[in-house]
């Protein structure tokens, strides 16, 4: 039986000078997974997520995203990836609708005008829709956020810390968005797993730039059966 | 090729002992030559006897930049730090060297042309060349050295530095040379030198190549010490905080 | 091709929302010309040769404070990462600064050039200059845009952009007054000036667009 990765990671390293951030690092995550990455601060959870996303290469080992080659096949990968890191990572100077547009248009979504409509609909910034982002509060941020990394449908979204960008509200709202993708992978590093443990289903420890664990809940195995 | 690598670690292994003594002698012997063998020049005097400094000078700092540009290109595309440290290194010791060759000129042109500077075509390329590396040198000490995107950024810069050099020597010239000069310059290694003259000055070139390579050599040696005892610091406070 | 055109629009219209920002290179530029202006009247009767060199002088320091903070609102608010993340080539990324940067230099250069006009009485907007300006502004804009990528990664940015930018562009600042210079009737050596502007200016427009993607690779 062969299992259909979403992200497939094999012996992956990263050395910055003589320090070596990741060192063999091996990870496969099931398409529809949900997984929390945990570990202490620099231990290489950051990297390991800005190399997945491809902002940051590796030096040696291979990763595979949806099947593609990261170093390869780059834009395919990008495509595919959609990135919430704990920056809202939008133009302050643009409106919401501005924002979304402009992802929608460099991600090529089809319809691009009613797709971001329809996210500003869902996420509840329709009436704040004309009003420059930097006036809006951090909670309207976060949402928006949510809607950028989303609106290219990604089959995979990569979570840098949601706890210090993302609140309840807006886990439930990024289920809520996400629900109705089954396939749809998850792979956020946190370091409150408390923040996110009903949500998650699999957590993936690493530690001194080492994966040491990785486990499936209980409950995950059983309705995979 | 991986015997020739091999015998090129085993020299450059031997650089502390061979590198100091033969500098050394090297630099004794171009200023014994310069001061004592070379003869009088008969219109100007003493004072060309600075040449077999001036000229082997500049042949030393076009040489550092061209070491600068080709790490630089090494930088970007091994992504391999170490030569980082080595385009930093010659970056120096070229800035070095061509302020050696304007103060050099300098002292030279003061009784010779009658004035310390002119913007004439080739000191004006110095002088920008100078100036190009020196901001480089710059921008390098303001970041991080442990920061690979500064060093990307520097080695993007010294590349389209480098590559500035031949549209910056054909700007100047067409700019000067199409002009009448009220000097008519030659440079003595223009002209046909007679044969004393033309040794010392290749002992200079040796001299000051050495030197220049020796320069090279510490400062890089420096620059990867400097730059391991920072990560071994950054390791330790990671370790104290985890 | 399309997510080259959809980052230009967007830093088009970033422009137009930072225009105070901007718009402040442009009364720099002014004032220098009115205080050279000025100054030089106080020496000289004949101030019509010194004019091409106020000129350029201008161009390329409004030039390098206009473009200092191409990057750095982008790398602040992390939109930088935003569309490096998206699939598009990474060049794109610089000719949506280049452009944007492009444009206001030029909306620079008009105001510049009129108030030029006045103060030195001498027509300046004629095809010839406006070929030579036009063409040289593409040349200094694309280096300085490729140097502002020094963003918000190095302290003192703005005392060091202008310390790298000027020596490189130099061979501009010679051309490029020299050829003002014959389009005005100044008396000096002639000189391929033309050519060297071109020659400069598509070396740095390649160069910089080729090199841009090596300096955000991680």
């Known amino acids: 039986m062969t299992a259909t990765f979403a992200i497939e990671v094999t012996r992956l390293s990263k050395r910055y000078g003589t320090t070596t951030v990741l060192d063999g690092v091996e990870l496969s995550l099931v398409a529809g997974s949900r997984t929390a990455l945990t570990g202490a601060n620099g231990a290489g959870k950051s990297t390991l997520l800005a190399i997945l996303s491809t902002l940051v290469s590796p030096t040696g080992g291979q990763v595979r995203i949806a099947g593609y080659d990261l170093q390869t096949q780059a834009v395919e990968v990008r495509r595919r990836i959609g990135v919430l890191g704990h920056r809202p990572m939008l133009y302050e100077d643009l409106t919401p609708l501005e924002n979304l547009l402009f992802f929608a248009k460099l991600y090529g979504v089809a319809n691009p005008r009613p797709r971001a409509e329809a996210f500003l609909e869902v996420l509840g910034l329709w009436s704040r829709r004309f009003e420059p982002v930097s006036v809006l509060s951090r909670g309207y941020h976060q949402r928006l956020a949510i809607g950028r990394a989303l609106i290219h449908s990604p089959e995979?979204?990569?979570?840098?810390?949601?706890?210090?960008?993302?609140?309840?509200?807006?886990?439930?709202l990024l289920d809520a968005l996400m629900l109705r993708e089954p396939a749809f992978t998850v792979l956020a590093a946190t370091h409150r797993l408390d923040r996110i443990a009903g949500w998650a289903d699999s957590t993936a420890n690493i530690e001194r730039g080492r994966l040491v664990s990785h486990q499936v809940s209980a409950e995950a195995l059983a309705a995979s059966r | 090729m991986n015997s020739v690598a091999r015998t090129a670690t085993r020299v450059y292994g031997w650089r502390w002992i061979v590198l100091p003594p033969t500098v050394g002698i090297a630099m004794l012997a171009m200023i014994v030559g310069a001061m004592v063998v070379a003869p009088r020049e008969a219109v100007e005097g003493e004072v060309q006897r600075i040449f077999y400094i001036h000229v082997p000078s500049a042949i030393a700092a076009y040489l550092a930049f061209f070491i600068v540009f080709v790490s630089s290109i090494a930088v970007l595309w091994r992504r391999?730090?170490?030569?980082?440290?080595?385009?930093r290194?010659?970056?120096g010791v070229g800035v070095l060297f061509t302020g050696l060759v304007l103060a050099t000129g300098a002292i030279w042109g003061h009784p010779i042309w009658g004035t310390w500077w002119a913007w004439d075509a080739r000191l004006t390329s110095t002088l920008i060349l100078f100036l190009i590396f020196s901001g480089y040198l710059l921008a390098r000490s303001l970041s991080d050295t442990s920061d690979e995107q500064s060093a990307r950024y520097g080695a993007v810069?010294?590349?389209i530095g480098f590559l500035d050099i031949p549209i910056i020597n054909m700007s100047v010239r067409w700019w000067r040379t199409l002009h009448p000069q009220p000097i008519v310059l030659k440079m003595p290694g223009e002209q046909a030198l007679p044969g004393s003259m033309l040794a010392?000055?290749?002992l200079g070139m040796v001299a000051i190549l050495l030197l220049a390579l020796w320069f090279i050599v510490l400062r890089s040696e420096t620059e990867r010490i400097a730059t391991r005892v920072n990560e071994l610091r950054v390791a330790l406070d990671r370790d104290d905080e985890g | 091709m399309n997510g080259a055109l959809t980052v230009m629009r967007k830093d088009l219209v970033l422009l137009w929302r930072h225009r105070s920002g901007w718009l402040s290179a442009a009364t720099f530029a002014t004032m220098s010309v009115l205080t050279y202006s000025f100054a030089f009247d106080l020496v000289t009767d004949d101030v019509r040769p010194l004019l091409p060199g106020v000129l350029w002088v201008t161009f390329l320091f409004a030039g390098i404070i206009a473009c200092s903070r191409s990057f750095a609102d982008e790398v602040e608010q992390g939109t930088f990462d935003a569309m490096l993340v998206a699939p598009i080539p990474r060049s794109s990324l610089y000719l949506g600064k280049a452009v944007s940067n492009l444009a206001a230099l030029l909306t620079i250069e008009v105001a510049v050039m009129l108030m030029a006009t006045i103060l030195f009485n001498t027509t300046l907007l004629t095809a010839e200059l406006a070929f030579i300006v036009g063409v040289g502004t593409v040349g200094y804009?694309?280096?300085t845009t490729l140097l502002a990528t020094l963003g918000s990664r190095v302290r003192s940015r703005e005392v060091l952009l202008p310390v790298l930018a000027l020596p490189l562009l130099v061979p501009l600042l010679i051309a490029g007054v020299r050829a003002t210079g014959g389009a005005l009737d100044v008396p000096n050596g002639d000189g391929p000036w033309l050519l060297l502007i071109v020659v400069f200016t598509i070396w740095s427009a390649v160069g910089s667009a080729l090199l841009f993607p090596m300096v955000v690779e991680q």
Do not use: K
């Open chain 1, 156 to 172: 995979i979204l990569l979570l840098d810390e949601p706890e210090t960008g993302l609140d309840a509200e807006g886990i439930e």
């Open chain 2, 80 to 87: 391999d730090m170490r030569f980082d440290v080595v385009a």
């Open chain 2, 89 to 91: 290194a010659a970056a």
């Open chain 2, 157 to 159: 810069f010294a590349i």
């Open chain 2, 200 to 202: 010392v000055l290749w």
């Open chain 3, 141 to 143: 804009v694309s280096l």
